[in-house]
């Protein structure tokens, strides 16, 4: 059973970057999908999910209009799309599976905003 978060990496305010979380070991189709941020200031921050047929996400205020959530059940993967990144932005970005009371968490992946 593994989840695997990859795409961070250093981008200028303004800038895209797609985030991917590669599901294995399990019926990936059967679990909503979350992805979570993490900075020493603020702790872990929500940053959306979509439920496990893909047709329902969830975006939260500080980041709606900028991120989307899409995800390909066909290729177990769920992703992170983000558009007009602020420096605020920046933090360790984690992927977490959810069905009923199981989560599954994949190692977080670093994005920096700076210019």
């Known amino acids: 059973v593994q989840l695997q978060a990859s795409g961070g990496g250093l981008v200028q305010p303004g800038g895209s970057l797609t985030l991917s979380c590669a599901a294995s070991?399990?019926?990936?189709?059967?679990?909503?999908m979350t992805w979570i941020r993490q900075t020493p200031q603020k702790g872990l921050e929500y940053v959306g999910d979509?439920?496990?047929?893909?047709?329902?996400?969830k975006i939260p205020d500080p980041v709606k209009g900028r991120f989307t959530i899409p995800r390909d059940n066909a290729r177990k993967r769920a992703y992170l799309q983000m558009n007009s990144l602020k420096p605020e932005d920046t933090a360790v970005y984690y992927c977490?599976?959810?069905?009923?009371?199981?989560?599954?968490w994949g190692q977080g992946t670093q994005v920096t905003v700076s210019s």
């Open positions: 977490k599976a959810r069905r009923f009371d199981v989560e599954l």
């Open positions: 070991g399990f019926t990936f189709s059967n679990y909503a």
């Open positions: 979509i439920n496990s047929g893909g047709l329902i996400t």
